[in-house]
């Protein structure tokens, strides 16, 4: 028969000391409000949480006893992790918003576009212009030096000349500095280019009086400055009478050019030629080279991709004297013209300019920004050496190891960590620093990667606050 209900008050304490009830044959129990856990005793049966669903905490009173760590398995202590993962967010957010310097709690961030957070630099160049200015480079800048010619056929009635000089061409630059001039005196020829002057004794045994010649100056790769000079059209009377004249390395940039005068700013004072000009071409190329004879080139010039300047009477018909290169520049001072007449040595055409020293005739070529003899700069070779330490970032208190988190691009694609980029952490200013290993943490973007080392310790610097790396 079935038991279906038992008061406790029909119940003596402690009569019943045994009960077998069948699994789920107590459907409603009645327990005492306020009942207490001293009033239970004995072992529970283990609850298993799958079980548990929407328990709320209005189920759940009094306080859960205190879980310990030694407990936990599986569970990491260490946050390297998550400080690399806010670093690069950072970086990234940094790149996407251009800004410059993140002071987070205990870190600094710094992106070296305009010198925040640079507190020295030893010889490491960081003018880069491949890719964004201002990256730290271990990868060096090289110079590519800009090959050019100046050219020009011409004659002089006196070769001789005035003991004084006269200038057959002047090419400052924007600060009136002397770049590259060519002019006669006492019987020689001299030139400087950037500071540095060579000069070629007695010109008349290289170019009649009153005849027509050729001349051009060229500087190649080597910044090898290098003198032909000719009167005839054959290649063994056209020759390089000057050769291996290094000239001091220098840009060659925003030039004020004048023909036929001192060029005094921009301003022709002086020193003019007397004689007559034609096919004048400057070209940044060197259009001949070696130490030979050079094969006189055809005439009339045209332009082609190299040619900055090109001015020529064979099509002006005695008028206006005009560029003919792709840069249209105008001249001034271009209308003075005669007929000059072919010449079996050197002119081919009918018409010159003439520099009349009595009416102290000039060219000057305007609009001149983009005639360039420039260097170039590239951020492809691995040559740069030097330091970069931080400023100063204070830390709350001071720390027994360092962390460090950098955007780095191996631009050569050779670079060793730790070996051609070295990163070191302080804990007092640079008195002391200790090398931080640093690690790949992998790429972001071509050659670019995340490098960082965790919990590098202080071992060469006393404790302190001031953290720079």
């Not at 006269?166 to 060519?182: E, G, P, Q, S, Y």
């Not at 032909?228 to 056209?238: F, R």
């Not at 004249?245 to 030039?255: I, S």
């Not at 050659?447 to 590098?456: G, T």
Request: glycine letters at 10%; one cysteine or more.
């Amino acid at each position: 028969m079935a038991l279906t209900r038992i008061k406790s008050s029909n119940i003596a304490d402690e009569t019943v000391v045994a009960a077998d009830l069948a699994d789920g044959s107590i459907t409603d129990a009645k327990i005492q409000t306020g009942i207490s856990s001293s009033k239970l005793t004995g072992n529970l049966p283990a609850v298993s949480g799958a079980a548990l669903t929407n328990l709320t905490s209005a189920n759940l009173t009094g306080a859960l006893p205190a879980i310990s760590g030694a407990n936990l398995s599986g569970v990491s202590t260490d946050t390297s992790a998550m400080e690399n993962n806010i670093a690069i967010l950072a970086f990234k957010t940094q790149s996407a918003n251009n800004l410059a310097k993140f002071n987070l709690v205990d870190q600094v961030i710094d992106e070296y576009k305009d010198d925040t957070g640079l507190g020295t630099q030893t010889d490491v160049d960081r003018t880069g212009s491949t890719a964004a200015d201002g990256y730290i480079s271990s990868v060096g800048s090289a110079t590519v030096v800009n090959t050019w010619t100046v050219e020009f056929n011409i004659r002089i009635p006196d070769t001789s000349g005035a003991a004084a000089g006269t200038m057959l061409f002047d090419i400052r630059d924007n600060a009136n500095v002397k770049r590259v001039i060519l002019y006669t005196a006492s019987g020689n020829l001299y030139f400087v280019v950037n500071g540095v002057s060579g000069s070629l004794t007695t010109l008349s045994n290289y170019l009649a009086d009153d005849t027509w010649g050729w001349m051009a100056m060229t500087r190649d790769s080597s910044r090898n400055i290098r003198f032909y000079l000719g009167s005839g059209t054959s290649s063994a009377a056209n020759r390089c009478v000057l050769s291996n004249v290094t000239e001091v390395p220098g840009d060659l940039n925003g030039m004020k050019v004048m023909f036929g005068a001192y060029n005094a700013n921009g301003t022709p004072t002086g020193y003019w030629f007397k004689g007559q000009m034609d096919e004048i071409r400057i070209s940044k190329t060197a259009r001949y080279t070696g130490t030979g004879n050079a094969a006189y080139p055809s005439h009339p010039f045209v332009s082609d991709s190299d040619t900055l300047l090109l001015l020529n009477a064979e099509t002006a018909g005695g008028g206006s004297f005009a560029d003919k290169s792709s840069f249209n520049r105008t001249v001034t001072n271009p209308n003075n013209w005669v007929t000059v007449g072919s010449s079996a040595l050197a002119h081919t055409g009918t018409y010159g300019y003439n520099f009349d020293t009595s009416n102290n005739e000039y060219l000057q070529v305007n609009n001149y920004d983009d005639l360039e003899f420039t260097d170039t700069r590239v951020d492809s070779i691995v040559s740069a050496t030097g330091t970069l330490i931080s400023t100063a970032n204070t830390a709350l208190s001071a720390p027994t190891t360092g962390d460090i988190c950098m955007l780095i691009e191996n631009a050569s694609g050779t670079a060793t960590l730790n070996t051609d980029l070295k990163a070191y952490v302080s804990r007092n200013g640079g008195t002391g620093w200790d090398q931080a290993t640093l690690v790949d943490k992998g790429s972001w973007g071509t050659n670019k990667k995340i490098v960082s080392a965790n919990n590098v310790a202080f071992s060469n610097s006393a404790s302190g606050t001031d953290m720079r790396y």
